[in-house]
């Protein structure tokens, strides 16, 4: 058998060669396909909206939070919605009061959907079992780093109820808005 | 190459992380028995082939793996997600266009490999096995070409797959089986792309893993089938050949982003600003079962088969099961009993001319197909003038031809032979247009797609249907001077050839319709009983045409600020007013307008009292909902009563939304982007 490796600096050029060539070849497709995959990167959320929920009138004012969908134009990668509930928020009045309170529903500890505890009287997440006063304060013990986050919330002359929606990052005790 | 542990001393951390696995996978054994293949006389360049294809299969692999993680494989998201991949995405053009450009770089290193095999006799015993399951291999490559076109739910792999799985479909006894199984079901949808997807980057490309594995896995064992004589003393794959191989797959990617990328490079030269959306792979306009697709072609490497159909033209079902499936299959079996021919000399010689002879059939189908669909370029149609007034005169009928050459036989035969020709070119032109058309029509539903509220859930082709721009020239009638353009003209009076335009209309022109310009010349003493307005119509001596003749011809009772004003103020009727028109000027307009000493003397003009029936109303003239009421109905006392000149009530013949897009494109109202990027 004529077997006899490539000797000396040749034999090393060739292999350096053959390496790069082929390297480069296969960079060509893998190095296309990352910089399309990291485009999600560059996407920004719509940051945060004054989107009308409700009236005045629909919240009730005693003490109880409601549940309110918020609905607003979304956008999904190639699809424009014009309006689709975007999320959901717990509005709530003292008796008497024309201010409102506005809670997101998202529960700041892994991002579940925060409900009324069976019983009432308190929130509880049904994920991980958070739960928090009706003003939005821890109970522990709560797995949440945080208390439930506060919306900032408009109430117009004609009764018209308004919150700033705005989405912040979960899991951290930092209320911290994702932009 | 065994190790032993304990063999460390001596070593940096990485030999000792090395040895550590080697000892445990004993993979420095694998990597030389992969790397030192003897390759005998030497590595040449004619044994690159192979390794270019499992190249180029590695970057199909990868470039749909990343593409996967942006597809969406349904009728109301495929399209839509491509659309996404190709304009929205960072470098999503290049991730496509690596894709689809390197599935035609396969089909060609493909035809150059199994010619290489088939040349060199590499077929032969005892390779017969790997040579069946390249063939294999060859048909899956074939088949994931196929599903892949239809991936993007566009015009072109619509129509392409709903001719190829039509042909599935004649296959004796399963043929409709076989083509609902793959459809999924009776209609084309949801599931025909689900499955088309499955097939594509599932089921297909893991069969061709598994018997490529089996290909590369007897390759080694028989090892390199040498070519005869010798030329070199023997040489190691690694790394003589591999060098070879490397350059080689870099050379194909380099054609690749070439085809990718020199229309930039044509475009940066030229001065221009590339877009890069429009590079690489090309994304038609979204699938619409509803409109014919003139341009409907299946990619170049199926256009002889395409093109082989026709020989078997005139034969019915009987052609399509011999030219699709029976010769095509006959062609396939001799390919796989060309290890068994090739034992004997002449047979291999057989082999080997077959081979060439279904290469240069191929090239010579697929010439034939592009000459049919391009020869309106080159044909020189003055030659045929002849030929094209004579098959005016006679309707093409043979008879009236011989009698019109005088029964010359000669001249009967050179005038057949001009008459074929005619119709290729006709045929042609019309091939060409359909693709222009197609390209026009993709470029606008980019365009809708990029609207800042961007597609609608209910998909792109919904978009792209309620486009006035695209949809109202096709309800007008325009090319083909039907529907509304059997009476009505559309050009713009001051284009070339617009006076021939108008000459054959029997109604007004509607181009510009609602605009002052418009109103201006309906006005004008010396227009308005041309062929724009009512030269064509019951109207011409209308009251109409009177009164623009005698009173507003008079300076003295219309003041020339006064007709314009009247423009002005109709088209801000209309919603249509020049940026230059002044509220002043507006409410003149409509003050005369409304006067029962002047339009208002016959026209209704919102509370001006004259009331219906005497001529149009006047208020909101021109508008969209005035517009689709007159289109709806013409005779309704709002606009021409009794006095309607044959224009049938639409609302009989077109939907309310149809009439709406009709009304929307007269009034030129339909999405324009706001960037510098001229619309198609």
Known sequence: ?179 | MSSSSGRSTGKGPLGRLADFFDDRTGYRALVHEALFERVPGGARWRYVWGSTLVFAFLTQVITGLFLWANYAPSAQTAWESVYFIQHQMTGGWLLRGIHHVMAQMMVVLLALHLLQVVIDGAYRAPREVNFWLGLVLMMLVLGMALTGYLLPWDQKGYWATIVATNLAGIVPFVGPSLQQLVVGGPDYGHHTLTRFFALHAGFLPATLVLLLVLHLALFRKHGLHAKQPLRKPDAMFWPDQVLKDAVAMLAVMAVVLGVILVPAVRTMLAGGQVEWGDLGAELGAPADPSESYAAARPEWYFLFLFQFLKVFEGWGATGEFLGAIVVPGLIMGVMFLMPIIGRWNLGHRFNVAFTLGIVAGAGLLTALALNEDYCSLWIDKASLADAATLHAETGGDPGKIAAALGGDPAKIATMRRKLAKLEAYRNSAAFLAASRQAEVEAARAVQLAGRPERIPPTGALDLVRRDPQTRGPRLFGLLEGKDCASCHAHVDPQAAGAADALAGTSAANLHGFGTAAWVRGLLDPKRVAGPEYFGNTAHKDGDMVQYVRDEMADPEKWKPAEIEAVAVALAAEAGLADASATPQQIEQGRALIASDERCGSCHNFRDNGTGLGTAPDLTGWGGREWLAGIIANPAHERFYGDRNDRMPAFEKLLSAEQIGLLADWLRGDWYRPSSTRPSP
């Open chain 1, 1 to 179: 058998m004529a077997h006899h490796e490539q000797p000396g600096r040749r034999g090393f050029l060739a292999k350096v060669l053959a390496v790069t060539c082929g390297g480069l070849a296969v960079l060509v497709p893998v190095g296309a396909g990352v910089w399309a995959f990291l485009d999600p990167l560059r996407r920004r959320g719509a940051g945060s909206r004054l989107i009308p929920v409700t009236e005045l009138a629909a919240i009730p004012d005693d003490g109880v939070p409601r549940r309110f969908a918020v609905i607003a134009e979304r956008k999904d990668a190639w699809t424009g919605h014009a309006a689709e509930p975007i999320g959901a928020v717990w509005l709530r009045r003292e008796q008497g009061s024309g201010a409102v309170q506005a809670l997101s529903a998202t529960c700041p500890h892994a991002g579940c959907s925060v409900d009324m505890a069976p019983g009432g009287g308190c929130f509880r997440c049904p994920c991980h079992n958070s739960q928090f006063t009706f003003s939005g304060a821890i109970v522990p013990p709560s797995p949440s780093p945080r208390a439930m986050d506060e919306l900032e919330c408009q109430v117009g002359k004609d009764g018209a109820v308004a919150v700033h929606w705005q989405k912040f990052r979960a899991g951290v005790a930092a209320k911290v808005a994702q932009s």
